[in-house]
């Protein structure tokens, strides 16, 4: 439910593969065209899909299966995901991947590198899909799977893969084959997935932003590649969980303080959702520093940290505030994970650049220009 609206489950990429090679392997083997199959998710749900764009020849079917995403689109809604079906000359069924699905270039992913972003949920429900058909016809030839997405190479230029190292398309996903609204658990776990692929790197210190603030705001540090960055969203708790179950030694956040300042108040998520008390915690911050009453009602009238940061600046007060902003922040971050992982951040404002930053932020800064040149010098 959201709000008061119950809301449509719809189903993956995977599950549009699998049924369009289950319908491709039919025609081919049995020479009668059909119009629908039903396939079984591995959530135990049964999903009955037309199968679009048919084309049939004697040694050759392709039909597409459209994504539904429900109540949870992204940017794969309503794309065809395409199974060509031939008879193939390797023992067994082969699954590749055609135009539109991306292949993998970097390790610490679900495929090895130089595979098609085919996940391997997918694969075993389009392989199990495939033999299927075979039992059920009693014919063992062998059959090759070429999955394809028309759209895909255009689609994947808005989804992370290009961050992730995944080329020419997109991935075909899913673990349960269902898509349940709830996007928060896709975003967390594409982070995690991130931040496995950083540690297959070799990474030992994670750079990490909440988003396209931060990823601008590195450009202060020409060394450092904004494509070796996590991007968080609002999960920092999540991601110092993930930083620490992961293994790193430590993590460095740069982030505005609009979403920040929330982190000095042991807010792990900074959605305005969750909690937006923005100028409540700066004006805390403030009053510890030294501000007086007067300074203090005027940043709690304030409707941004931009507008904040200009009024403690003309106070004369900016750089004792953004000291114990600073402060509260290493605090809750390390208590967060209970000290378990070295924990630092490096805080800013769009107008007035760098305004703090945690004790031990540039001792990482420096291990990241090392690491850096370590991974330069591997490519």
Request: with cysteine; hydrophobic share 40%; proline share 3%.
């Amino acid at each position: 439910m959201r709000g008061s609206k119950k809301l449509r489950m719809g189903y993956t990429t995977g599950s549009c593969a699998a049924a369009a090679a289950r319908g491709a392997a039919f025609m081919l083997l049995s020479g009668k065209e059909i119009q629908e199959v039903k396939i079984h998710t591995p959530k135990g749900i049964v999903l009955n899909l037309e199968l679009l764009d048919i084309r049939r020849s004697a040694e050759k079917v392709s039909c597409a299966v459209r994504k539904d995403g429900g109540d949870d689109p992204d940017v794969t809604d309503k794309a065809l995901i395409y199974a060509e079906v031939t008879f193939g000359t390797e023992e067994g069924i082969v699954i590749d991947g055609g135009f539109g699905v991306g292949r993998v270039t970097k390790p610490g992913l679900d495929q090895p590198v130089g595979n098609a972003a085919i996940n391997h949920v997918p694969r075993q429900m389009i392989r199990e899909n495939v033999e299927e058909i075979q039992k059920k016809l009693d014919d063992f030839r062998a059959l090759q799977v070429i999955i394809s997405v028309p759209e895909g190479e255009e689609l994947a230029k808005h989804t992370f893969n290009p961050r992730l190292g995944i080329t020419g398309g997109i991935s075909i996903l899913g673990t349960s084959g269902i898509v349940v609204p709830m996007s928060e658990e896709a975003l967390i776990s594409t982070i995690r997935v991130e931040m496995e692929m950083r540690k297959a790197q070799g990474d030992r210190v994670l750079l990490v932003t909440p988003g396209n603030y931060g990823q601008d705001f590195l450009k202060t540090y020409p060394w450092v590649r904004a494509d070796h960055s996590v991007k968080c969203s609002n999960y920092v708790g999540k991601t110092l969980e993930f930083v620490a179950e992961l293994g790193f030694d430590a993590i460095l956040f740069v982030a505005h303080l609009g979403k920040f300042v929330k982190v000095s108040g042991g807010i792990m998520n900074t959605h305005s959702h969750e909690a937006d008390c923005r100028a409540e915690l700066l004006t805390a911050q403030a009053v510890r520093a030294g501000a007086d009453l007067a300074l203090a009602k005027k940043l709690l009238e304030t409707g941004t940290t931009e507008e904040a940061v200009q009024i403690l600046k003309e106070a004369g007060c900016l750089k004792e505030t953004m000291e114990k902003v600073t402060e509260k922040i290493a605090f809750y971050m390390n208590y967060h994970i209970e000290g378990r992982v070295q924990t630092e951040a490096i805080v800013f404002s769009s107008n007035e650049g760098l305004l703090g930053e945690t004790p031990g932020a540039g001792e990482l800064l420096e291990r990241l220009r090392e690491q850096e040149e370590k991974e330069n010098r591997k490519e």
